[in-house]
């Protein structure tokens, strides 16, 4: 063994005495900085597996003491030596440790839990890294990327056995309080919202032998099943005139907003493939976390949905309900247009008065006018329908159409901020162009690209190795800072 590792050594003393010279001699003033960039790197990584290998080879000369005890107090009597392969980021290491047996027992290697291994031959960084590029693009382009940058080849199914065991921790990372982050000190108020997004499904039965050319109105070649989208922030007041909030819903640049903006602070966004019980549960555990003293406001944002509405009121009943004013405004263009046509040079004059109505918390008077017209001798039945549509969605949403109080709190009053997660955390990643997705692949998924959107991705890093740690050896290993934090402090 001895000779064995000095061997090496010498070996990479001379590999880096030799890249010194391919960077310093006489043949270097001909390459281009391409050339020599792509060379170290190539270089680099068959160095760098080689010192890995050195690192393991030298661990692993260490005979452990016998007998070695079990956590669950089980002697283990040395047996011999036994070969691991490890596939780590600079490619295939191989190296041989001891191995100890007991009576009806597998082998059990004792260095294995003192370098915390996975239980898989991939190693945490090249499974962390290969996860991160699946929560962004597709199995078959992560699997390009590692293999033309790293030239690590690894199958389309070992990404995803590896997300799903990556992912494994996320539910047990967000319950209370496993979460390492500060809670957010600016803002004094809450903001719950939720919305839903399809998820094209695999079949679940097998498809007919003869599948119709030619799909019938509403008819889908892919069925979906719904994600919902849950988000949390906290956020300072924004008082608001009703005239400004026309302004910019019409997007008339004449006229310019009083403040800045006040950006949410703290957003934290989740998506669950198990319904809307299920989500708002969840929530309800996250915001409990954040309801400190110091929260005066509590705000539930809602585009009238009214099975969400529901889950909000169940789930929040402290919580102000507010309807997105975007879909209210976009019922009262749609009546604009069956009334008097797209076309029409008074179209939006008329949405503009009604807009104004609306946000001066004058609901009633709104509704009796849009009847008025819907019941007008000019009114024929389609617009008449349109009309009394919009109608019925004001009316059933009269309970959180207060614009007026809301504005006059600085309250938000638009679900922007959920509309763009369902694009961003499921629709840009789960509906890309020919995917298809069974329930566990996709929440492994979603919930990964949910931890890198939150900014949690270092954190929950961790937190997942030491669970999976403990799982594996039956304890938990100290808390050690992030690795890149090491890193920068070495390079520093």
């Not at 050339?35 to 010192?51: M, P």
């Not at 390492?180 to 839903?196: I, K, R, S």
């Not at 997007?251 to 934290?268: F, I, Q």
């Not at 509405?309 to 604009?336: G, M």
């Amino acid at each position: 063994m001895a000779s064995d590792v000095e061997q090496t050594v010498h070996q990479l003393q001379h590999d880096f005495q030799t890249l010194m010279a391919y960077v310093t001699g006489s043949e270097a003033q001909s390459h281009t900085a391409y050339e020599v960039e792509l060379t170290l790197f190539r270089r680099l990584l068959a160095l760098g597996a080689a010192l890995l290998r050195l690192f393991f080879v030298t661990r692993a000369a260490v005979r452990p003491s016998e007998p070695v005890t079990a956590p669950g107090g089980v002697c283990w009597a040395y047996h011999d030596q036994r070969p691991t392969p490890y596939y780590s980021v600079f490619g295939k290491v191989r190296f041989w440790r001891h191995d100890s047996t007991a009576p009806g027992q597998a082998g059990m290697c004792p260095l294995d839990a003192a370098l915390s291994l996975p239980a898989h031959c991939y190693s945490d960084v090249l499974r962390e890294w290969a996860a991160y590029g699946t929560t962004d693009a597709s199995y078959r382009e992560s699997q390009t990327v590692l293999e033309r940058i790293l030239g690590v080849s690894l199958s389309v199914q070992t990404l995803e056995t590896c997300v799903a065991d990556d992912a494994g921790d996320v539910a047990t990372f967000y319950d209370p309080p496993a979460v390492p982050t500060a809670l957010p000190t600016v803002g004094t108020m809450l903001v719950v919202q939720a919305d839903g997004q399809g998820v094209p499904m695999v079949a679940s039965q097998p498809a007919p032998e003869a599948p119709p050319v030619r799909l019938g109105t509403g008819q889908k070649r892919t069925k979906k099943k719904e994600a919902v989208v849950t988000g949390l922030s906290t956020i300072a007041p924004y008082r608001r005139t009703p005239e400004e909030v026309v302004a910019a819903l019409l997007r008339d640049s004449s006229h310019t907003g009083s403040a800045a903006r006040p950006v949410p602070v703290g957003k934290e966004l989740r998506a669950t493939l198990d319904g809307k019980k299920v989500a708002m549960t969840r929530l309800v555990e996250r915001v409990a976390q954040r309801d400190t003293l110091h929260m005066q406001q509590h705000v539930a944002l809602s585009d009238g949905a009214e099975a969400l509405q529901q889950q909000f009121l169940t789930h929040f009943p402290q919580y102000t309900l507010v309807l997105d004013i975007i879909h209210a405004t976009a019922y009262l263009w749609d009546a604009a247009n069956a009334l008097l046509g797209e076309t029409h040079a008074g179209r939006t004059a008329w949405v503009r008065g009604h807009l104004e109505q609306r946000l001066a918390g004058h609901t009633e008077a709104l509704i009796t006018a849009l009847e008025a017209e819907a019941q007008g001798p000019t009114c024929t039945a389609t617009p008449r329908q349109t009309v009394r549509r919009t109608v019925g969605y004001y009316q059933r949403n009269r309970p959180s159409m207060h614009y007026d109080q809301y504005l006059a709190c600085g309250w938000p009053i638009g679900t922007g901020v959920i509309e763009g997660a369902c694009g961003h955390l499921v629709k840009d990643r789960m509906e890309q162009a020919g995917m298809r997705w069974t329930k566990a692949g996709a929440q492994a998924v979603l919930d990964l690209r949910a931890v890198r959107i939150n900014s949690h991705w270092d954190a929950y890093g961790q937190f997942h190795r030491q669970q999976q740690h403990q799982r594996l050896y039956g304890a938990a290993t100290p808390a050690s800072e992030p690795a890149e934090v090491q890193v920068l402090e070495l390079a520093a």
